[in-house]
């Protein structure tokens, strides 16, 4: 029994944990590596075992860095089967051919994806669109949450809901080896407890082997109301300033979360009921349909608005922008607007070009709703860089930054010390994730003083034996 750590051990990207056991081979999440040309080319690196061998892929949500390299697992040989939440299945379906897309694409026009966002040599694509449609043929059973699926003989796996994003999962697997049973519970990232969409993060009751992810470990999130009001303010600020409003968003979850947001401040009267509202982003325009095909996976409150017809998202001023002209036509709108595109670290994606004409603006408002990745332009900006060059052009930043880590999908500190809290009395080896050292370090040094559990921090291609 064995388990190997091949990916976000040390950063927070590329999520990709392997269980041996009984025979059989067990992958948890298969994640891309993102935020810097670096980690983009190490992405066609060997995975670190043998893909063909790989059983099952079990995964904890859609987000890139726990379903990107799914393609290239199959290209590999990987035919096993995929096992995620129905919600997870969806989104994932959109977020993988979504990549395959954006490669194929670039690979088309002579540079790759990631030759293309930072100017280094082209390479071929990573995988193809075929191989992304025959990964998501490997999809098989649904997990439904708290409900036990015998993977294989002696190894049972049961999905909690995670609070991260739509159909996230924490994954407790049971490994009843003749030696006696042994539990392992991997986090996947863990959301916010009082979301306004989804349920609070849930933990299962025991576990001897606890892999706990530790985006934020180090930093306590300002109360939650505080992050809407201050949002609220920034948008009434932006547009009694003549600016407008550029949130990078991550497509999955932060933009429902801040489509949600708009509406009740509309609804409300603290926002302007015809505010104009750009979502530009294709991805985020499909995961909020899917959003919408989802509601089993809603807290009761959310649920409820949904059973009376009622949509979340939608306010009077809302433009859904798929077509690239039409995004172009968005810089035309020199003020009063709000304007959500994609990527969420502004390593890509439509942002740019709206961060280029508007950036230098003073009355400009720049909100950061997401985790910045070290060496992301998203990272500079929180950092209050005082020029940074987009697409070429070294640009003076005048508009003001706001960073609202309350809108954060990854808990903070003290969500991730109530989490871990249900498993102390089993007293069970944790071993930190999906974090950088100092959010790492900081959680680890947390959990020992109140718990008196000495949390490790696991290295990428480290082996643990369970
Ligand atoms: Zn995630």
Redesign the pocket.
């Known amino acids: 029994m064995k388990l190997a750590f091949h990916g976000a051990a040390g950063d927070v990207t590329g999520s990709c944990h392997l269980v041996e056991s009984l025979g059989k081979r067990i992958l948890i999440d298969c994640g891309m590596r993102q935020g810097s040309r670096e980690l983009d080319e190490e992405n066609a690196e060997p995975f670190g075992f043998d893909a063909p061998s790989i059983d099952f892929v079990l995964l904890t ?1 859609a ?1 890139l ?2 379903t990107g390299r799914l393609p290239l697992l199959f290209k590999r040989g990987f035919r096993g089967e995929v096992i995620s939440t129905r919600a997870t299945f969806d989104l994932a379906r959109l977020v993988i051919l979504d990549v395959a897309h954006l490669h194929e694409e670039s690979a088309s026009r002579g540079v790759s994806a990631a030759s293309e966002r930072n100017g280094s040599q082209a390479k071929p694509p990573l995988f193809s669109l075929v191989d992304a449609t025959n990964s998501l043929g490997l999809f098989g059973r649904a997990a439904l949450y708290k409900q036990t699926i015998e993977i294989a003989p002696g190894i049972r796996a049961t999905f909690y809901d995670a609070g ?2 739509l159909g996230s999962a924490s994954i407790l697997l049971e490994l009843n080896e003749p030696a006696g049973a042994v539990t392992v519970l991997i986090s996947g ?1 863990i959301g916010n407890a009082g979301r306004p969409l989804l349920r609070s993060p849930e933990t299962p009751s025991s576990a001897k082997f606890v892999v706990m992810e530790s985006t934020y470990g180090d930093r306590l999130h300002r109360p939650f109301s505080e992050s809407v009001a201050e949002f609220y303010e920034a948008v009434v600020a932006a547009i009694a300033g003549g600016g407008n409003v550029l949130i990078p968003t991550f497509a999955l979850d932060r933009a429902q979360e801040i489509l949600y947001f708009l509406r009740q401040g509309v609804d409300e009267g603290k926002l302007p009921p015809a505010l104009p509202i750009f979502v530009d982003s294709p991805m985020a325009v499909s995961a909020t349909e899917i959003y919408q095909h989802h509601p089993e996976a809603y807290n009761a409150e959310a649920a409820e608005f949904f059973a009376r017809g009622k949509d979340p998202f939608q306010t009077p001023g809302l433009r859904l922008v798929r077509d690239r002209a039409d995004s172009v036509r968005i810089n035309d709108v020199k003020g009063g607007a709000v304007i959500m595109a994609g990527s969420g670290m502004c390593t890509g994606g439509r942002i740019l070009h709206h961060l280029h004409e508007n950036i230098s603006q003073e009355n400009t408002h720049v909100i950061i709703v997401g985790f910045q990745g070290e060496g992301s332009l998203g990272r500079r900006l929180v950092d209050g860089a005082k020029t940074v060059s987009i697409r070429g052009d070294k640009l003076e930043v005048r508009a003001k930054v706001h960073t609202l880590n309350g809108f954060s ?1 990854h808990a903070g500190q003290t969500d991730l010390l109530k989490w871990i809290s249900v498993e102390v009395p089993f007293k069970p080896r944790i071993l930190l994730t999906h974090g950088e050292d100092k959010a790492r370090n900081g959680l680890s040094s947390a959990i020992r003083q109140k718990f008196g559990l000495v949390p490790e921090l696991a290295m990428l291609g480290e082996v643990v034996e369970l």
Request: no cysteine.
């Open positions: 949500h987000h860095d726990h991260h994003i990232d999908a």
